[in-house]
């Protein structure tokens, strides 16, 4: 049983088109993440929920939008794709937000931008 | 502000040889502290945390709060260690896990 999983693995797509990658987590975590490791893979956190409300939403553009429909599942819409976010996104989820809590990964997607 | 430093971008070591990935950190309040490992093609894994104060596949770590540092040290290493090594500093108002640049371990026999 995959316990953080995204959907789809690899995503290759033309500048200016919306896409959206999926997240679930089957482990009734209370709290969702959303990361972007680079190519050279810095890992950078872009949003975090916490039973569906929006927690943590860094420096990001206004094109990556996210949406929780809830607490299970944590999706990534990006509008007007541009070559920059030719990246790997990785989706998160941990127990809580209390500090000692282990986050666990999903296998991450990778985006390529053309 | 909060910042996480991994000198090494690549550390590479022989097998049985000692190995040590750096970790300084800068963080307002006590954070807690952990290691997480990327094996190739393999999704990102917490490797150890401080709190435990446990080894896994022979590795530790031990906070210096004084010198703000959590080091990852492993007394021999093996081939099957070789991969990228994250510093990852858990807390603030929003319990943010914020990872450090990353250190790419090689093990070569």
């Known amino acids: 049983d995959t316990a953080v999983s995204q959907t789809p693995k690899y995503l290759v797509t033309q500048m200016g088109n919306d896409k959206s990658i999926k997240c679930e987590q089957n482990?009734?975590?209370?709290?969702m993440y959303w990361y972007k490791q680079d190519s050279k893979k810095f890992l950078k956190i872009m949003f975090s929920y916490n039973n569906k409300e929006l927690i943590i939403n860094e420096t990001v553009p206004n094109r990556f939008s996210p949406k929780s429909p809830d607490k299970a599942h944590l999706n990534l819409h990006i509008n007007s794709l541009e070559l920059g976010d030719s990246a790997v996104y990785f989706c998160?989820?941990?127990?809580?937000?209390?500090?000692?809590?282990?986050?666990?990964f999903g296998q991450g997607t990778r985006l390529t931008v053309v | 502000a909060q910042r996480v430093t991994q000198p090494e971008k690549l550390l590479s070591v022989f097998k049985g040889a000692p190995v040590e990935l750096k970790c300084n950190y800068s963080?307002?309040?006590?954070?807690?502290l952990f290691w997480y490992v990327q094996y190739s093609r393999q999704r990102l894994q917490l490797l150890l945390r401080h709190i435990s104060r446990e080894s896994i596949k022979g590795f530790t770590a031990d906070l210096n709060k004084g010198e703000t540092s959590f080091h990852l040290k492993k007394p021999f290493a093996q081939e099957e260690d070789s991969a990228m090594y994250y510093c990852a500093p858990k807390g603030g108002t929003a319990s943010k896990l914020t990872f450090g640049t990353g250190t790419r371990l090689q093990v070569t026999l």
């Open positions: 963080y307002s309040g006590s954070p807690e």
């Open positions: 998160a989820s941990s127990p809580d937000r209390v500090s000692n809590t282990e986050a666990f």
């Open positions: 482990l009734g975590h209370d709290t």
